[in-house]
């Protein structure tokens, strides 16, 4: 927070912390998308709701508010603050990344990052996400990953690749 942002009427939103906040008639509009005060017209380079067009992130890119997934997903989830949350997200897209579930979600596209733990209903979730490896299928070594992920990311081949990817199809 800058030296004089005070006389500006900015502060940090009282619900996500996201700073740039501001109040305007007795209500809190932040700039953060998924905070529960969200305010579209609060974004770096909006040109405002009233002139038809979508609005623009600070990054440049626009916010896309016409996503309807071709399969929906229901997820329910319980942020760090004890909010529960319900998701509409696109089945399609989820995949498993360690310790979280990534989605593209309704209304904008956008992919969030959930954390497992906190997904109330995580059995119908997982079933969406897409597997490497079979349920009965031991996973790689160490080794075995770092050749699949060293060429899969390089794009080139090896006799030792071809190998290791006959045993593990899908990674």
């Known amino acids: 927070m800058g030296f004089l942002d005070f ?5 940090n939103c009282p619900v996500c912390g996201t ?3 501001r109040k305007a008639a007795g209500r809190v509009r932040c700039q953060n998308p998924i905070c529960q005060n969200f305010d579209a017209t609060m974004l770096a380079g909006s040109p405002g709701p009233t002139s038809g067009q979508p609005a623009q ?4 890119r626009r916010l896309r508010g016409n996503f309807s997934p071709t399969h929906p997903l229901t997820i329910r989830y319980r942020n760090f603050q004890g909010q529960e949350k319900t998701f509409t997200a696109d089945a399609e897209s989820a995949v498993r ?3 979280h579930i990534v989605v593209r979600v309704v209304p904008t596209g956008e992919k969030i990052s959930l954390a497992r733990d906190r997904i109330q209903n995580l059995p119908e979730v997982e079933q969406f996400c897409s597997q490497r490896v079979d349920p009965e299928q031991d996973w790689p070594s160490p080794r075995e990953r770092q050749v699949l992920n060293y ?3 390089h794009g080139s081949t090896s006799p030792l690749y071809e190998k290791v990817r006959a ?3 899908k990674w």
């Open 57 to 60: 992130r600070a990054g440049g």
């Open 19 to 21: 700073p740039g906040a």
């Open 97 to 99: 990344k360690r310790n």
């Open 151 to 153: 060429h899969k990311k």
């Open 7 to 11: 006389l500006k009427g900015s502060m």
């Open 167 to 169: 045993k593990y199809p």
